[in-house]
């Protein structure tokens, strides 16, 4: 079975703030990593970690991953309200398959 | 950007009917996906379909669910005999090997 535990389960911040968002994870065959930004319906896609300790960044928003304690980490420096919405953490296992979390959800407030 | 799409956006049943929703994934995609989100909770895995057949189910996605490709461009779910728990958010996916997954923006299933 799998297990997402995603903290804090939800924050509100004042912008200009950085938010720190955490994902841990127990799968077995785990593949990658995947963090996705949902607003009002679809998840979008954010990034795809594979490698331990590699850090991967988009503009004011990275992400780092460690295989060996199992779990990753979302970080948005000077957030905007554009960045309210949950964040959801999605190890990739097995055959290709995703399991979520149940979500960091974000408030940023002007 | 290359979209994932469904349709409908919104559908309304009634318990007992049959639905089928559609998916058109990305056209060099080759591994699909169905996912659902019932209001307030964790996104779900219901199935994955490569080479025209199910690679992976779900304990959710039992007899009452089934999958096609009919043809080279669209995938659906059909959900059969619905009952009320079957109300949620269902998002369809697709991937190439080594990128992350695409979803769709959702069709909102209510069963009345």
């Known amino acids: 079975e799998d297990k997402v535990v995603q903290s804090p389960l939800s924050l509100v911040v004042h912008e200009g703030d950085t938010v720190t968002l955490n994902c841990s994870y127990e799968?077995?065959?785990?593949?990658?990593l995947l963090w996705y930004k949902q607003e009002k319906k679809a998840p979008t896609f954010l990034f795809m970690l594979t490698s331990s300790g590699i850090e991967k960044k988009s503009g004011r928003l990275s992400s780092i991953l460690d295989k060996k304690e199992l779990f990753s980490i979302l970080n948005i420096t000077a957030t905007q309200t554009g960045d309210s919405a949950v964040y959801l953490c999605a190890p990739n296992y097995g055959n290709n398959r995703l399991a979520f979390g149940k979500g960091n959800q974000v408030v940023v407030i002007p | 950007e290359p979209e994932v799409t469904q349709t409908p956006s919104h559908q309304v049943t009634q318990m007992g009917q049959e639905v089928i929703l559609r998916c058109v994934p990305i056209s060099n995609h080759l591994y699909f996906y169905w996912y659902r989100q019932i209001l307030g909770q964790k996104v779900e895995f219901l199935v994955s379909f490569y080479n025209n057949e199910i690679s992976e189910k779900s304990e959710i996605f039992d007899d009452q669910f089934s999958v096609e490709r009919p043809d080279g461009s669209n995938f659906t779910l059909k959900i059969r005999s619905t009952k009320l728990e079957d109300s949620a958010m269902y998002f369809c996916?697709?991937?190439?090997?080594?990128?992350?997954?695409?979803f769709g923006s959702g069709t909102r299933l209510t069963v009345v």
């Open positions: 996916a697709s991937r190439a090997d080594g990128v992350g997954y695409t």
């Open positions: 799968v077995t065959n785990f593949r990658s």
